[in-house]
């Protein structure tokens, strides 16, 4: 990744930015380990589940979109964690019934 104040590749899908917006881009590159397409891609699901007005980027917009980022990845993450561990736990909790054999005397 570029660490440049104005990397190409943020310049190329988001324009010309302010260097604090740059940076909290840039961080949020680093941070959760994605590229700027994917981050674009982030920021266009966004600015559509923030309603129909023309949201622009401003500081106060992307620390609002860097807090839903985290959100969701953390709601991503748990999610998988639950379902690593639903099987296991669905093995171990089965009513006393379900293991006795109906038909034994």
Wanted: aromatic share 8%; hydrophobic share 35%; net charge negative.
């Amino acid at each position: 990744m570029d660490d440049s104040p104005n990397p190409p590749e943020l310049i190329e899908r988001f324009g010309s930015l302010p260097p604090d917006i740059m940076g909290e881009l840039q961080s949020m590159l680093r941070i959760y380990d994605i590229d700027a397409q994917e981050l674009f891609f982030k920021w266009e699901s966004y600015s559509m589940k923030m309603g129909p007005d023309d949201i622009n980027l401003t500081y106060d917009t992307v620390l609002a979109f860097k807090k839903d980022v985290q959100e969701l990845l953390e709601k991503e993450q748990r999610g998988k964690a639950r379902m690593q561990q639903t099987p296991a736990v669905q093995r171990t909790i089965q009513p006393q019934a379900a293991r006795a054999d109906p038909f034994a005397l």
